[in-house]
């Protein structure tokens, strides 16, 4: 079998690029969770503006003295 190959440790840069990586990494998560946040806000406003522009459903109307096309109900049985 071959030797090992032995290879020097790996060493950070010295200009600070790691630690400027570190952070960036962070960052990435902050960034999509705010567009997500942008889009569910986008459609929340489409959302309740075709809402608002329905039109209601016709109800009839309810009043205290019947109609006179409302059927006759029989007198209650004693």
């Known amino acids: 079998m071959a030797e090992p190959v032995h290879r020097p440790p790996h060493e950070p840069p010295s200009n600070g690029r790691l630690a400027s ?3 960036r990494k962070g960052v990435f998560p902050l960034f ?3 567009v997500l946040a942008a889009l569910a806000a986008f ?3 489409l959302y ?3 809402a608002s522009h329905t039109p209601m459903a016709p109800t009839t109307p309810t009043s ?3 109609s006179g096309n409302a059927p006759k109900l029989p007198p209650p049985k004693p």
């Open 21 to 23: 990586d570190k952070t």
């Open 32 to 34: 999509w969770l705010l």
């Open 43 to 45: 459609g929340w406003s």
């Open 48 to 50: 309740n503006r075709h």
């Open 64 to 66: 205290a003295s019947p």
